[in-house]
């Protein structure tokens, strides 16, 4: 599970930089932001609960 918020993170984050580059790649960065978004929740109800992988 740490390791899909990793992933989610990393792919966020190349896509608001691309996102950024390109004003004809401007929906990658609502899907940059959007994941990002994503992968913080996780990562806080995972804090949170106190749930840890096996």
């Known amino acids: 599970m740490n390791l899909l918020v990793g992933i989610i993170a990393l792919i966020a984050i ?6 950024g580059v390109g004003s ?3 929906f990658l960065l609502w ?3 959007i ?3 994503i992968a913080i929740v996780i990562f806080l ?3 949170l609960t106190g749930r840890r992988a096996p």
């Open 24 to 26: 004809s790649l401007h």
């Open 31 to 33: 899907i940059g932001g």
């Open 35 to 37: 994941l990002l978004v």
């Open 45 to 47: 109800v995972r804090l």
């Open 14 to 19: 190349i896509l608001l930089i691309t996102g």
